[in-house]
Nanobody, 123 residues
């Protein structure tokens, strides 16, 4: 019974930056991990990044490592994805997700999902 609300998507030129936000509301409790996934048309959903409750553990897909940064503000029940040096291949619908326990890259283990926000990177 958790709702996820995403914002921050849009159109940006290659090399630019975007900051995505996702606020969780409802019965969230403590000790949950949050993550970001993305899906381009005709492709499977792809892991992007995840973060533990404390923020001490983060995981990134190799394709975004060094360019994207995941963070969270537990007081606001919000996870962020700072995306720098964007490339056209980053174009996708980005989804935030929540799971109980430790973070991982397996989409099927996440319990709650946002509706997705479109990120389009032009060349």
């Amino acid at each position: 019974q958790v709702q996820m609300v995403e914002s921050g998507g849009g159109l940006v030129q290659a090399g630019g930056s975007l900051r995505l936000s996702c606020a969780a509301s409802g019965r969230t409790f403590n000790s949950y991990a949050m993550g970001w996934f993305r899906q381009a048309p005709g492709k499977e959903r792809e892991f992007v990044a995840a973060i533990s409750w404390s923020g001490s553990t983060t995981n990134y897909a190799n394709s975004v490592k060094g360019r994207f940064t995941i963070s969270r503000d537990n007081a606001k029940n919000t996870v962020y994805l700072q995306m720098n040096s964007l490339k056209p291949e980053d174009t996708a619908v980005y989804y935030c997700a929540l799971k109980w326990g430790i973070p991982n890259m397996r989409a099927h283990e996440y319990n709650y999902w946002g509706q997705g926000t479109q990120v389009t990177v032009s060349s």
